[in-house]
């Protein structure tokens, strides 16, 4: 097992030259600090970076579905103008398939809107952030 270091040790050499003076410890502790932010930054972008990524795949696939809906969209409501000739005339027709085409509409931009307003959050970095605040009073009430 390592010997433990004694508060008595690190402010004084005993002969061997391993002490450390206050000017020192307090430049480790600074530079110890400055990559702990550093970290911390890199951190956050990491996560960020994956949250957009995500968004931006949800994005290109919901593309893709309104493409391939548009067609199925057309066929659709060809097939309801079709089906409401039989029952009115054809002007009537075309308002009622336009009717059905404002409801699918609005559906979908209160789904899509839904899916979007979830915020991006860097959850991760908070919480390691409070951490190592945390961290450090303990450290100043020693």
């Known amino acids: 097992m390592a010997e433990r270091v004694r508060t008595e040790d690190l402010y004084k050499a005993n ?21 702990l932010v550093r970290q911390e930054i890199e951190l ?21 579905i309104g493409v391939i809906g548009f067609f199925i969209l057309i066929f659709l409501l060809l097939t309801i103008r ?22 699918v509409s609005a559906g979908g931009f209160l789904v899509a809107r839904k899916k979007l307003a979830t915020p991006i959050t860097a959850e991760i970095t908070k919480r390691s952030v409070k951490e190592d605040v945390e961290m450090m009073k303990s450290f100043g009430k020693r």
């Open 15 to 35: 002969g061997s030259g391993a002490g450390k003076s206050a000017g020192q410890l307090v430049k480790e502790v600074t530079e110890d600090l400055s990559s």
């Open 44 to 64: 956050a972008k990491q996560e960020l970076g994956t949250a957009v990524s995500e968004k931006l795949k949800g994005v290109a696939i919901l593309v893709v």
């Open 82 to 103: 079709d089906a409401f000739t039989e029952l009115w005339a054809p002007w009537i027709s075309d308002l009622a398939t336009i009717g059905v085409m404002a409801l």
